[in-house]
């Protein structure tokens, strides 16, 4: 590859950012609160518009629900687009209500497995709204310790109502997941395969 195709890529290059970076975070263990960070999505997205003036490559930013709930989504997405950048993903929490100790999608009871459906299907209007046509989901699905319950449940139980919660998805819309096995230590991610998306 030549230097001016590579320089060519490097200017298409688009990062997006999460809204939860610009405001007060930490590890797993503790937020650590700075002067001066962002309190509100209307302030993350300031905040947000002002890195990609800098940068010029982060042209959306990500937005983390119920973190970033407002009561009016056209009006975000008309001032996100006043400070020249745009809504990206819509990431539903699945992972910060304490029922989804065991799981959100994949947890062994129904009603709790109700309950992370609902909030996707939230987050997918939410994204109608504003714009976007990316879900993007987080699972930290999965046990502490062996034996808090079986990966059998959980996987038959979430394969059947993740099939029949597709229907939600409008086919403009794309949904990525990720899972991450490290904040489970003892087991493996109960995320089902197959099925759309």
């Known amino acids: 590859m030549t230097e001016a195709a590579t320089l060519e890529r490097l200017a298409a290059l688009e990062i ?51 973190w970033d709930q407002v009561d009016d989504w056209p009006a975000l997405s008309d001032y996100t687009s006043g400070q020249g950048v745009r809504i990206g993903a819509i990431n539903p929490n699945l992972f910060g209500d304490d029922a989804y100790r065991l799981g959100s999608l994949c947890h062994p009871e129904k009603r709790v497995r109700k309950q992370a459906l609902d909030h996707c299907r939230e987050c997918v209007e939410i994204a109608q709204q504003v714009g976007s046509t990316i879900i993007s989901l987080w699972l930290a699905d999965g046990t502490n310790y062996p034996g808090q319950t ?41 995320f089902p395969t197959g099925g759309r998306p």
């Not at 509100?40 to 990609?52: F, G, K, N, P, Q």
């Not at 139980?157 to 998805?169: K, L, N, P, V």
């Open 16 to 66: 997006e950012t999460p809204s939860w970076g610009y405001g007060n975070s930490g590890t797993r263990f503790h937020v650590f609160p700075w002067p001066g960070a962002a309190r509100t999505v209307w302030e993350r997205i300031d905040d947000a518009a002002l890195v990609h003036r800098l940068t010029g490559c982060c042209p959306s930013v990500a937005l983390h629900i119920p």
């Open 150 to 190: 079986t990966c059998a449940t959980g996987m038959y139980g979430s394969r059947q109502d993740w099939m029949s919660s597709t229907a939600c998805f409008p086919p403009t819309c794309a949904c990525s997941s990720s899972t991450s096995s490290s904040n489970r230590a003892s087991t493996a991610p109960t």
